[in-house]
C-alpha cells in the first residue's frame, strides 16, 4: 500500500500562490495516476487535478482550470500542484491520492490511498 504525505499548504492573500507537493513510498509509483482533491468544512471532498502514471495526460475541475498545474517527478516519487491566481473559495483542505491504474480517475472511489492532507487558506 503506497503512502503519501503532503506538504506546503499554508495562508495566502487572494491572487497569491502556492505549491503543494505530495511524497509517496514504493517502487511503482509511475504505474499509479494521482490526484488532487480539497474539502471545505461542511462541504463534500471534490476533485480538482489528476494526472497520469506517465505524467503526459492531465485533466482538471472546470473551477481551477487555468490557474492550477499538477505535475509529478517519478524520478522522486512526489506529484506537485501548482495554485496560482487565488481565491478565498479555493480555501480547503488538500488531499493526495494514489490510484492502482496508470490513467487517470475524478472520482474520490478511484483512489485506494489518500495522504492526511494540508490545509490551504486564502484571505480576501
Known amino acids: 500500500q503506497v503512502q503519501l504525505v503532503e506538504s506546503g499548504g499554508g495562508l495566502v492573500q487572494a491572487g497569491g500562490s502556492l505549491r503543494l507537493s505530495c511524497a509517496a513510498s514504493?517502487?511503482?509509483?509511475?504505474?499509479?495516476?494521482m490526484g488532487w482533491f480539497r474539502q471545505a468544512p461542511g462541504k463534500e471532498r471534490e476533485f480538482v487535478a489528476t494526472?497520469?502514471?506517465?505524467?503526459?495526460?492531465?485533466y482538471y475541475a472546470d473551477s481551477v482550470k487555468g490557474r492550477f498545474t499538477i505535475s509529478r517527478d517519478n524520478a522522486k516519487n512526489t506529484v506537485y500542484l501548482q495554485m496560482n491566481s487565488l481565491k478565498p473559495e479555493d480555501t480547503a483542505v488538500y488531499y493526495c491520492?494514489?490510484?492502482?491504474?496508470?490513467?487517470?480517475?475524478?472520482?474520490?472511489?478511484?483512489?485506494?490511498?489518500w495522504g492526511q492532507g494540508t490545509q490551504v487558506t486564502v484571505s480576501s
Open positions: 494526472i497520469s502514471g506517465s505524467g503526459t495526460s492531465t
Open positions: 491520492a494514489a490510484r492502482s491504474a496508470a490513467v487517470w480517475g475524478t472520482a474520490v472511489g478511484d483512489y485506494g490511498a
Open positions: 514504493g517502487r511503482t509509483f509511475s504505474s499509479n495516476a
